[in-house]
């Protein structure tokens, strides 16, 4: 955890990997806080940080919910901004001469990370930048799942029930594709806020979803490495 470390502990044992958690403040419908991105890349970053002796920042709390505008709470990087942070973060850990950044992005509608982390790691520089989906450990899950919903709901009551108004969940899947996200804001496609299945949510599930996360972007970063240092 980053604040057990002091500037001269990280000068004698430089860490060669770091982990930076991206979360959101945004809308997450009438039963979930606006921190539920945020809480759950803190928790799944810390998990994995731990697992892989790894050093670990605190997580970005605002990134890209351009898309989330219209309702309160909702608070957004335009994709500029998110490239800038990202480069900056990457360029400082640099000067700490660590090898490897692993980004594990925890909302959905962060896409410039995908060109910002090609465009860095292809023209060779350092560190290392391994670019995490942790949903994707999920994708059997995930359905009509997207926004508020079952997976993110399940989550919330495993790692922060306290927080969740269940007796406000609604469900609701809108008749658009989700690309429609390009051209509508979520409030126009889901008055609501939310896609998907937030009521057949239990915290025994997000049990298992947290578990799931935490394997897959472990394994991901694992073999990430192992390529780089092939290469």
């Not at 403040?25 to 759950?40: A, N, R, V, Y």
């Not at 937030?198 to 298992?208: C, F, M, V, Y």
Request: net charge negative; aromatic share 10%; with cysteine.
């Amino acid at each position: 955890m980053y604040v057990a470390y002091t500037t001269f502990a990280l000068e004698r044992n430089p860490p060669s990997l770091v982990v930076l958690g991206i979360g959101a403040m945004e809308q997450h419908s009438h039963h979930l806080p606006i921190s539920t991105d945020f809480d759950i890349a803190s928790a799944l970053a810390q998990a994995v940080s731990e697992q892989l002796g790894a050093f670990s920042l605190p997580p970005l709390p605002f990134s890209e919910s351009l898309v989330h505008r219209g309702f309160s709470g909702t608070v957004y990087l335009r994709s500029s901004t998110l490239r800038s942070v990202i480069e900056d973060i990457a360029e400082s850990l640099r000067e700490w001469k660590v090898q490897y950044l692993s980004i594990i992005n925890c909302h959905g509608g962060n896409y410039t990370l995908t060109p910002t982390i090609r465009e860095w790691n292809l023209e060779g520089k350092l560190p290392h930048l391994l670019h995490i989906e942790p949903y994707m450990g999920l994708s059997e899950e995930m359905g009509q799942n997207l926004h508020a919903c079952e997976i993110e709901t399940s989550l919330m009551l495993y790692l922060k029930p306290e927080s969740v108004r269940m007796e406000q969940a609604v469900d609701y899947v809108p008749s658009f594709p989700r690309s429609d996200l390009s051209h509508f804001s979520m409030k126009d496609l889901s008055p609501e806020g939310v896609w998907g299945y937030p009521t057949k949510s239990t915290a025994e599930k997000g049990k298992r979803f947290f578990g799931l996360l935490v394997e897959y972007c472990v394994e991901r970063i694992r073999s990430l490495q192992k390529t780089f240092e092939k290469g």
